[in-house]
């Protein structure tokens, strides 16, 4: 077991601090492995999890399609945003990550991808109503540069949003991130709209996850820690939630 360089609690959530990125990840994948094969033997049905596809997430993927002793065949997988308009082939796509990175190879019994060529209204009731037929039970999350979580960026964050999925704008830093990432080769590479499930929609998971390594992240950390809870970093309220955890690395902490 990977112990922590560093454990503290702000105000509701647990923060652990990991030496580097890969013992971040593995110590995040048996977490969130002891909780999904939990969860898959005290409750008779399907354990809802909803993904975030990002870089900062692949160690944590890694290390889940390492856990032993999962019946993925009774988990039902959401992913948290996607672009609009970018054509099915596109590599960016966070369908696409999602499936290679992990959907591919644990094999899900059910995963439900956001369609962002579609009808936009049409596809938010849609998944917004698969989101709500039951409870979800996890969620595995990251934070932006920008202090966003899923596509919910400080312009468009409402912590009472009364819809589970919308289209947004982005950003301009939320798509300058995406430049720093290597998903786009230029800023004008990257789509300027996307769907992304809400606040209360991400805030309404049982347990939440937060995987932030690097020090690109370092900024957008310290805000969601420490700084008063509002949209101007929307991060902030995951403070707020009692189930939270989130694991980090040395750089990005700032140890």
């Not at 994948?29 to 909803?50: C, F, H, K, T, Y």
């Not at 932006?144 to 009364?162: K, L, M, Q, S, T």
């Amino acid at each position: 077991m990977i112990k922590p360089l560093e454990s503290r609690v702000v105000e509701s959530m647990s923060v652990q601090v990991y030496e580097n990125r890969d013992q971040m990840g593995a110590a995040a994948a048996a977490a969130v492995g002891a909780e999904l094969r939990q969860l898959l033997q005290d409750s008779g049905r399907r354990v809802r999890m909803v993904f975030a596809a990002a870089p900062s997430q692949n160690e944590l993927y890694e290390g889940l399609v390492m856990e032993q002793g999962i019946d993925w065949s009774r988990v039902c997988a959401f992913h948290m945003d996607e672009y609009i308009g970018l054509p099915e082939t596109a590599p960016q796509r966070f369908g696409r990550y999602l499936t290679e990175r992990l959907f591919s190879r644990v094999q899900p019994g059910r995963v439900e991808l956001i369609d962002g060529l579609g009808d936009v209204e049409q596809e938010c009731q849609r998944y917004g109503e698969m989101l709500c037929v039951e409870p979800i039970d996890i969620v595995c999350l990251g934070i932006g540069e920008n202090g966003h979580i899923a596509f919910n960026d400080p312009p468009v964050a409402d912590f009472e949003d009364p819809l589970l999925v919308k289209a947004v704008k982005l950003d301009d830093a939320c798509r300058r991130q995406q430049v720093n990432d290597g998903c786009f080769a230029r800023l004008d590479d990257v789509p300027a709209e996307a769907l992304t499930l809400t606040v209360p929609a991400l805030m309404a998971g049982s347990k939440l996850f937060g995987i932030v390594p690097g020090a690109s992240k370092r900024s957008a950390l310290a805000a969601a820690l420490h700084d008063p809870v509002s949209t101007a970093c929307p991060a902030t309220i995951l403070r707020t939630h009692p189930g939270i955890t989130m694991f980090t690395d040395r750089e990005a902490f700032g140890l």
